[in-house]
């Protein structure tokens, strides 16, 4: 088994009214350890993100076998004006095949995101 880091990155994340940026897709034949997330405003002006995931792992628990299992990991987190807010650091997430990681901003073209993860082929 091979561990590779990687940063993936959304310049300008979409307005959650429905519409969210996908920052990440599992690949088939792999588990993902994401290490951390940044959200950067860029703008002088507070805005709220949110970051979802959708899973449909089938090797669930009974009580949680639903297909395409939505998650909130943060709603709708206050990011004040020009600053970095660093989230899910010192925390462990797994992600396993076709688990997909969404971030929605309350005003689009106002915060950048990179999430840090390590693949496990």
């Given at each position: 088994?091979?561990?590779?880091f990687k940063v993936c990155t959304i310049?300008?994340?979409?307005?959650?009214?429905?519409?969210?940026?996908?920052?990440?897709?599992?690949?088939s034949s792999?588990?993902?350890?994401?290490?951390?997330?940044?959200?950067?405003?860029k703008i002088a002006t507070a805005r709220t993100v949110t970051v979802k995931i959708t899973s449909d792992t089938a090797n669930r628990t009974a009580a949680n076998n639903a297909a395409n299992e939505n998650v909130t990991?943060?709603?709708e987190v206050s990011v004040p004006?020009?600053?970095?807010?660093?989230v899910l650091a010192g925390q462990k997430y797994v992600l396993e095949t076709t688990d997909v990681m969404t971030i929605g901003?309350?005003?689009?073209?106002?915060?950048?995101?990179?999430?840090?993860?390590?693949?496990?082929?």
């Amino acid at each position: 088994m091979a561990n590779t880091f990687k940063v993936c990155t959304i310049a300008d994340v979409a307005v959650d009214s429905g519409t969210y940026s996908t920052i990440y897709t599992v690949a088939s034949s792999t588990t993902t350890v994401i290490l951390g997330l940044t959200l950067c405003n860029k703008i002088a002006t507070a805005r709220t993100v949110t970051v979802k995931i959708t899973s449909d792992t089938a090797n669930r628990t009974a009580a949680n076998n639903a297909a395409n299992e939505n998650v909130t990991l943060l709603n709708e987190v206050s990011v004040p004006a020009d600053t970095t807010l660093e989230v899910l650091a010192g925390q462990k997430y797994v992600l396993e095949t076709t688990d997909v990681m969404t971030i929605g901003c309350s005003v689009a073209s106002s915060v950048d995101a990179t999430l840090s993860i390590m693949e496990i082929t």
